[in-house]
């Protein structure tokens, strides 16, 4: 058997014609990352699978969604949840573009504030953080200034 017979039989998700495939992604995440994306809101072909065998995650998920090719602040939206997720753009059936997520310099909901007092965590606000750190995560809340740090960080 060739290579490339091998790597088809190794497709467990259907290849694409046309766009993006977001691979990599932690099994776990997988549900958090359809919401945060809006893929539950539009008509676009997406087809996933989970819990697939993964050397470095123990499980992933994978995600490919036809005739759509995110902005890059759309996508980095994921990076919190998974960092380690790698994009792929499909044309033609070929993958023209590899992409890896990068953690954007303000962060729009997904996270709670770790201040019990802060408003938003006591009224429907929406949070809203500044990223002060990459690496370990440190955030910064717009209404509280308190900083959620990376053991501290849960999602909302
Ligand atoms: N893929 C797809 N449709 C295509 C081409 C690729 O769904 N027409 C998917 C593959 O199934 C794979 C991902 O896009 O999950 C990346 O494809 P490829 O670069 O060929 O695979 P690998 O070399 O295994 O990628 P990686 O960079 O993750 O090692
Ligand atoms: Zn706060």
Known sequence: MDDNMKKKLKLKVSAINNGTVIDHI????LFKVITILGLDKITNQITFGTNLDSGKLGHKAIIK???KYFEDDEI????????????NI????EVVEKKVVEIPDKIK???KCFNPKC????EAITTCFKVISKE?????CRYCEKITNEEQISMR
């Open 26 to 29: 932690p099994a776990t995440s």
């Open 65 to 67: 969604v036809s005739d």
């Open 76 to 87: 980095n939206k994921i990076a919190l949840i998974a960092p380690h997720a790698k994009l």
């Open 90 to 93: 499909i044309k033609d059936y």
């Open 109 to 111: 909901g997904i996270v």
């Open 119 to 122: 408003i938003t965590n006591n």
């Open 136 to 140: 370990p995560i440190a955030l910064k």
